[in-house]
């Protein structure tokens, strides 16, 4: 409805968050409702006629740990960070929501639509692994942080709140995304 209104208006440039279309991408494994609606309402916009278009593409939230991964303090004082399938070697696109969108749109503003009407902009503040998180957390907190990988039966049994198909499959779609992120560019 907002692209439908920015072409009624007249808008000269619209800047979307997008998401990368998860179905295509990876051969029909991954079927994700949040990321392939994102990514139908971009492909949508390039249709409408808009002059010009811009498509954020945001990594994974810093903010996302603590939350959507649990942080579970054992009574030895250490912290488990519990993440389904996701190894410590294993790396992710990360960003702080609050601080790092904005600067990046504010560079994509300033460049102008000459430059990046079109484009996908990858957003990464840093490619960092699961070690590094829990290493980081360690030195921030003063307490031991490990990671602690989930499988399927650990889901079920002790978090059936991530034993959503489509959490699994973005958790699964992060973890080899480092691999083809490059199709952003």
Request: proline share 4%; net charge negative.
């Amino acid at each position: 409805m907002i692209a439908d209104v920015a072409k009624e208006t007249g808008l000269n440039w619209l800047i979307y968050s997008s998401a990368a279309d998860n179905v295509t991408e990876s051969g029909g494994k991954f079927q994700m409702a949040h990321f392939a609606g994102k990514n139908r309402v971009e492909q949508y916009i390039r249709t409408l006629g808009i002059p010009n278009a811009t498509f954020i593409y945001l990594g994974f939230y810093f903010q996302n740990v603590g939350n959507f991964v649990p942080l579970v303090s054992k009574e030895n004082g250490e912290v488990d960070v519990v993440f389904p399938y996701l190894e410590e070697d294993d790396v992710l696109p990360m960003i702080d929501a609050e601080s790092d969108t904005g600067p990046i749109v504010v560079k994509v503003i300033e460049d102008g639509p000459s430059k990046w009407n079109g484009k996908k902009v990858p957003v990464a503040a840093e490619y960092i692994t699961m070690k590094n998180i829990a290493d980081t957390l360690s030195k921030v907190t003063g307490k031991t942080h490990k990671l602690r990988t989930l499988s399927d039966e650990e889901i079920v049994k002790e978090f059936p709140l991530m034993n959503d198909d489509e959490f699994k499959q973005s958790v699964s779609l992060y973890r080899i995304r480092f691999e083809f992120s490059l199709f952003l560019l």
